[in-house]
C-alpha cells in the first residue's frame, strides 16, 4: 500500500492515535477539493462549514471518550442521498435547488457513526448512465485520463476516491453504477444483496433493482463502510429484517479450497483483450493463493441487458412522475395552463437520457404492450436470478470482467445508447438478481487505464467476498496505486 | 318502451385508523390545509411507503362481514396519472389482486329481500383536494387527505332501480360502520359513492354501455342523479342515438349529469406492481384473529329481532340500520316478550328516531335513554296509559322530567282501568244524553263515537279507552 492512499483504517487510527483532529482532516481534504475539483468535477455541492461543523463535533466526541471507530474521518455522499439541510440533485436540473429537509437511512447511519460529510458528488442525472455525462452538473473527468470518463452513475464518488479527494464514498448501484466506475478509476466497490441497505431517502431510479453501496480503496474499508450502512430499516417495506452482522470476520481468513466460477458467458465476444488478460492473471494469482477454479455458464445472461432496458426504465417512468413543478423541484417561468406547466417543467427539468428512459417505461407499461415487454421481461428476469443459483451449487464465488473496456473518451458512447448500455454487460444480471457484486482494481491496459474484477457471492456472502477480495489486495498493490491526476 | 335499468356501484369508504395508509400522518379531518401530510404525503425524493396494518385488518374484517375470499398475497399496484393533487403522480392501489375477492349484501327493499353480489374490495389511498375558489385564478393544494386509507369497494352490476342502488348504498354503509372500519361521514367525504349506470331493453341479454357518475356523496344525490341519468339515457336511445361510455358528474343544483371525460379522454393508468411494497400476505392467524373481533352483523341481528322479539321484517331493518340503533333497542326490549318488544320497537322506529332526527342527534344518544323508554313501554304493557298518554309522558320524559312513573305520578296520568268506575261514569252520560242513545239505537253509529267522546271527556281522557268501548256497547244493548 501506498503511502500516498490514505484509507478509512489508516485515518482512523491517526485520529485514535491524536496524531491530527477531525477538524484539520478535513480541512485538508476541503482544500485538496478546492484545488482539484474545478478540474475532475467530482463534487457537485461542498459546504466547507457543514463539514466542519460535523468534524469540531467529531473531536469534541473524541475528547469527551465517546469515538467510534470513523468517528471523525472523513467521506463523501453521492448525490443521490437526501441529507438534511444539504442541496441534493441527483444530477439534475430538475432538483437543482432542492434543499432535503430529511436525512436518507444510509446518512442518517453515517451521521451517528461520526463519519465527516466531505460534500455531495457528481453522478449521472437520476443514476442513469456510464459515463457520468448525463449530469446537469457537467462531466466528471476521470483522474487516470482527463480526457476520459470516469464510468457512472456514481462517477463522481469513484474519481473523488480515486483522486484522493475523499478516502472513500457511497454510491448506489441498479445495474452496475457501482461497480463500472470503480473499475473505470482504479478503486473498490461494492453492491449489496437487495434488501440489505435502507433505500429510504435515497432517490429512487429502478426500486425493485436501486441498492445503496460504498467506494474505496480497500476490502477492508468497504467492510467498515457496509458495518454502517447496513441494517433493518422499518421505512424500506424491502428492507430485509436480520441480525447486525461484522463484515470484517472473514478478513484474514485467505482464500485456501475457495472455488471459483467462471461463466463462460463473461470471456466471450464483446470483452477487450486488455482487459481480459488482467482478469486472467487475477485468477491466476487467486489459483496461487489456493483457489481453485470451475467453469460454469449462465445461459440466459445475454437476455439481461434487453430485460433490464425494459423494467428498469417502466419503474423509473413512474418513479420520476413526481417531479412535475408543482411542490418542489425546477417549474417552468411561463405556461398557459396545467398540461403545459407539466410539459414545460419536465422538458426544461429533465436531460435528454431521463426522457428517454421514461418514454421507453411509459411505452412498455402501456396497455397493450404491458404483456409484452413488462410481464415477459418479469419472467426472464427470474430465469437470470435461476441461472446464478444453479451456479452457486458450483462454486462459492463467481468472477469476471466487471466492465467490457476500460474508461472511454468523452463523446465516445455518448451518441449511441446500445453502445452505452452494452458498458453494464457484466453487471446487470447481479442486480436483477439481487446478489451482491463488487469490483476491485486487479491490473492495467496498456495505456495505464485501470481494470476492475468483479466479483459475485451468492444471497448475503458480503463478508466472504471481502475476505476474498482482502486475500488478493494482500497479495498485490493494484489498489495502491496514485493517478497522475491525482497529484495535480 | 319497457326499458330494464342495470346498476353497478364503486364505493370508497374511508378507513377509520389514526394514521394513514402508507405514512404516520394523522388522518383527522378538517385540519389547517397541509399541516397533516408529511414527507411520505408530499412525495419528497426518496421517500417509501410503509403499509398500516390497520388499513388491512379492516379490510379482512369486511370481507369476513360479505363473505367474501381474503386473497393471500394480494398485490399493491401503481395507478399512474398527473394531479396536482396526486403527489406521486400514481396512486398506490390494488389492480389485478384486490385482498378482499367476491362476497354478498341482503338488501331490503320495502318488504322483500335481494343479494347484490360483490365483485371485489380493494386498498388504496386518497388525493389531495384541489382547491379552486378564494385564490384568485390559481388553484391551491391541500395535501392533508393524501394518503388516507380507502378501501374501494365494487359490486356487480346487480340493482335495477335507484331505489335498489340506495338501498344497497345505504346497507354498506350500514355494514361498515357497524362493524367499526369507517365512521361513515359523508359530509366529510368518508363514504363515497360512483354509480354505473346503463338501460337496455327488457329482456335483452347484452348489458346497455354504462356511463358512471362520480362522487355522490349523499344517498339523496345518489338516487336524483341515477333517476337523471336513467331518464337521459332512455331519451337517448329513443331517439335513436346510441350511447357513449363515460364519467358524467352530477351537479346537485340543476338535478342533472354533464359529461366529465368519454372513453376516447379515458387514461391509460399504466398500472403495474409496486417495487416498494411487498406483496401483502394474511395468513389464517390473523384472519381469525380478526373474525374475533366482528360483532353479530346486521343480517343476523335482523333475524333475531324478527324471531325474539316478533318485529316485521321492514321494522328489524330500520333497527338495524346502525348498530347504535339496534344496540338502544335491544337493552331497551331485553327480556321482553313479543307484545311488549313489538312496542320497543313502534317508539324506537317511530317517536324516538324522529326526536333524534330533530335534534340532530346520533341514533340512541339524547336525554331519553333505554332504561327509561322501557319505564315508559311498560306502563303502556300493562294498561296505565293509553296510547295518547304516553305520548304525553314521552315528551315530558325528553324534557327531562324523571322517568314515567314520576312522570305519571306528577301528572296524575294514571289511566282508569277500573271497570266499576268506567261503569259508573258511562251510566252517568248514557243519563244525560239522552238524545244520542235514541240516536244509536235508531242506527246511527255516529252517536257511538261521541259517546265515548262524552266518557273520555269526563275522566280527562283517563279511562282506558278499549274498556270504555266495551261498556258502553253493552249497556246500548242491554237496556
Keep these: 500500500m501506498s503511502t500516498n492512499t490514505p484509507t478509512l483504517k489508516s485515518l482512523s487510527a491517526q485520529l485514535a492515535a491524536g496524531e491530527c483532529s477531525s477538524v484539520e482532516l478535513a480541512q485538508e481534504y476541503i482544500n485538496k477539493i478546492n484545488k482539484l475539483n474545478e478540474v475532475l468535477g467530482c463534487f457537485v455541492t461542498v459546504e466547507p462549514e457543514l463539514t466542519l461543523a460535523q468534524a469540531k463535533a467529531a473531536d469534541e466526541q473524541r475528547r469527551a471518550g465517546q469515538a467510534g471507530v470513523l468517528t471523525g474521518v472523513p467521506f463523501a455522499h453521492k448525490d443521490i442521498f437526501c441529507a438534511r439541510g444539504w442541496r441534493t440533485t441527483c444530477g439534475s436540473r430538475m432538483l437543482e435547488n432542492f434543499i432535503s429537509p430529511y436525512d436518507a437511512h444510509v446518512v442518517e447511519r453515517c451521521r451517528d457513526a461520526g463519519l465527516v460529510m466531505l460534500g455531495k458528488t457528481n453522478m449521472d442525472e437520476f443514476a442513469m448512465g456510464s459515463s457520468n455525462e448525463t449530469s446537469y452538473f457537467g462531466k466528471v473527468r476521470n483522474p487516470w485520463d482527463l480526457e476520459r470518463v470516469p464510468g457512472g452513475s456514481s462517477g463522481g464518488s469513484a474519481a473523488a476516491v480515486a483522486a484522493r479527494l475523499a478516502p472513500a464514498a457511497t454510491g448506489t448501484d441498479t445495474g452496475g453504477s457501482i461497480r463500472q466506475p470503480a473499475a473505470l478509476t482504479g478503486i473498490c466497490g461494492l453492491k449489496p444483496t437487495y434488501g440489505l441497505v435502507s433505500r429510504y431517502g435515497m432517490i429512487a431510479f429502478a426500486s425493485s433493482l436501486d441498492q445503496a453501496g460504498p467506494m474505496a480503496h480497500t476490502a477492508e474499508d468497504l467492510g467498515l463502510l457496509m458495518n454502517v450502512m447496513a441494517g433493518f430499516d422499518a421505512r424500506d417495506s424491502t428492507s430485509l429484517e436480520r441480525p447486525a452482522e461484522d463484515y470484517l470476520r472473514h478478513l484474514g481468513e485467505g482464500v485456501q479450497g475457495l472455488r471459483i466460477g467462471l461463466p463462460k458467458e463473461f470471456f466471450a465476444e464483446g470483452l477487450s483483450a486488455d482487459v481480459a488478460r488482467s482478469i486472467e492473471a487475477a485468477v491466476a494469482e487467486y489459483r496461487r493463493l489456493g483457489a481453485t477454479v470451475v467453469d460454469i455458464s449462465l445461459p440466459n445472461m445475454a437476455l439481461s441487458v434487453p430485460v433490464y432496458y425494459v423494467l428498469a426504465p417502466a419503474e423509473a417512468s413512474s418513479n420520476l412522475s413526481r417531479y412535475d413543478g408543482v411542490r418542489y423541484g425546477h417549474r417552468a417561468a411561463e405556461y398557459r395552463d396545467l398540461a403545459e406547466m407539466y410539459r414545460r417543467s419536465r422538458a426544461e427539468g429533465f436531460g435528454a437520457e431521463v426522457k428517454r428512459r421514461i418514454l421507453i417505461g411509459t411505452y412498455v407499461l402501456s396497455h397493450g404492450y404491458y404483456d409484452a415487454y413488462y410481464i415477459r421481461a418479469q419472467k426472464l428476469r427470474r430465469l437470470i436470478a435461476r441461472d446464478f443459483v444453479e451456479a452457486f451449487r458450483e462454486c462459492d464465488v463467481i468472477m469476471g470482467p466487471t466492465a467490457p473496456g476500460t474508461a472511454f473518451r468523452f463523446g465516445e458512447k455518448s451518441g449511441d445508447p446500445v453502445q452505452m448500455y452494452l458498458s453494464d454487460i457484466y453487471t446487470i444480471a447481479v442486480n436483477l438478481a439481487g446478489l451482491p457484486g463488487m469490483s476491485i482494481p486487479c491490473g492495467f491496459d496498456t495505456q495505464g487505464l485501470p481494470v476492475g474484477l468483479q466479483i459475485i457471492g451468492n444471497y448475503f456472502d458480503e463478508a466472504r467476498m471481502l475476505g476474498v477480495a482482502h486475500a488478493f489486495q494482500q497479495a498485490t498493490d493494484w489498489h495502491g496505486r496514485v493517478p497522475a491526476g491525482a497529484a495535480a | ?479
Excluded at chain 2, 238 to 246: F, L, N, P, T, V
Excluded at chain 2, 316 to 343: H, N, P, Y
Aim: charged share 25%; proline share 4%; with cysteine.
Design chain 2, 1 to 479: 318502451m319497457n326499458w330494464e335499468v342495470v346498476i353497478g356501484l364503486e364505493v370508497h369508504a374511508q378507513l377509520s385508523t389514526a394514521s394513514k395508509i402508507f405514512s404516520a400522518a394523522p388522518t383527522a379531518f378538517g385540519a389547517e390545509p397541509n399541516s397533516q401530510a408529511c414527507a411520505v404525503d408530499i412525495a419528497l425524493p426518496g421517500v417509501l411507503p410503509v403499509l398500516n396494518r390497520g388499513a388491512v385488518e379492516r379490510a379482512i374484517r369486511f370481507g369476513l362481514a360479505v363473505g367474501a375470499t381474503i386473497n393471500s398475497p394480494s398485490i399493491f399496484a401503481r395507478k399512474n396519472y398527473f394531479y396536482p393533487d396526486l403527489p406521486k403522480g400514481y396512486q398506490i392501489s390494488q389492480y389485478e389482486r384486490p385482498v378482499v375477492e367476491g362476497g354478498s349484501i341482503v338488501i331490503q327493499v320495502g318488504d322483500t329481500g335481494k343479494t347484490v353480489r360483490l365483485t371485489r374490495a380493494h386498498l388504496e389511498e386518497d388525493a389531495g383536494k384541489s382547491l379552486h375558489e378564494d385564490f384568485h385564478g390559481r388553484t391551491g393544494i391541500d395535501l392533508n387527505r393524501a394518503g388516507t386509507p380507502l378501501l374501494e369497494i365494487v359490486s356487480e352490476p346487480d340493482m335495477r332501480s335507484s331505489a335498489e342502488a340506495v338501498a344497497y348504498a345505504r346497507a354498506l354503509h350500514t355494514l361498515v360502520t357497524w362493524i367499526g372500519i369507517c365512521d361513515g361521514n359523508m359530509q366529510e367525504g368518508s363514504f363515497r359513492c360512483d354509480a354505473n349506470v346503463s338501460v337496455r331493453r327488457r329482456g335483452a341479454e347484452q348489458y346497455g354501455t354504462r356511463r358512471e357518475i362520480k362522487n355522490l356523496n349523499s344517498f339523496r344525490f345518489l338516487q336524483q342523479a341515477i333517476d337523471y341519468e336513467v331518464q337521459w339515457q332512455i331519451g337517448e336511445l329513443e331517439d335513436g342515438r346510441a350511447i357513449q361510455q363515460a364519467t358524467v358528474l352530477f351537479d346537485p343544483d340543476t338535478g342533472e349529469t354533464r359529461m366529465m371525460r368519454s372513453k376516447e379522454d379515458a387514461h391509460d393508468y399504466r398500472y403495474f406492481p409496486d417495487p416498494d411494497l411487498l406483496p401483502l400476505v394474511i395468513d389464517a392467524d390473523w384472519i381469525e384473529r380478526e373474525r374475533q373481533t366482528l360483532p353479530v352483523l346486521p343480517a343476523a341481528c335482523r333475524e333475531r329481532f324478527m324471531a325474539q322479539y316478533g318485529v316485521t321484517a321492514y321494522d328489524a331493518s330500520v333497527l338495524t340500520s346502525s348498530r347504535a340503533i339496534a344496540d338502544f333497542f335491544e337493552s331497551m326490549a331485553a327480556g321482553t316478550d313479543a307484545k311488549t318488544g313489538k312496542l320497543c320497537a313502534n317508539w324506537v322506529t317511530g317517536a324516538l328516531s324522529a326526536k333524534w332526527n330533530e335534534a340532530g342527534h346520533q341514533p340512541g344518544a339524547g336525554p331519553v335513554s333505554a332504561a327509561l323508554m322501557r319505564g315508559l313501554v311498560d306502563r303502556i304493557a300493562d294498561g296505565t296509559l293509553s296510547g295518547k298518554m304516553a305520548k304525553e309522558v314521552f315528551e315530558a320524559m325528553w324534557a327531562g322530567e324523571g322517568d314515567a312513573d314520576a312522570i305519571i305520578e306528577k301528572r296524575g296520568l294514571k289511566q282508569i282501568s277500573d271497570g266499576g268506575e268506567i261503569e259508573k261514569i258511562v251510566d252517568e252520560v248514557l243519563a244525560g244524553n239522552a238524545q244520542q242513545v235514541a240516536d244509536y239505537r235508531a242506527g246511527k253509529d255516529k252517536a257511538f263515537n261521541s259517546l265515548v267522546g262524552q266518557v273520555m271527556k269526563a275522566t280527562r281522557g283517563k279511562a282506558n279507552p278499549q274498556q270504555v268501548n266495551e261498556i258502553l256497547r253493552r249497556r246500548l244493548t242491554a237496556n
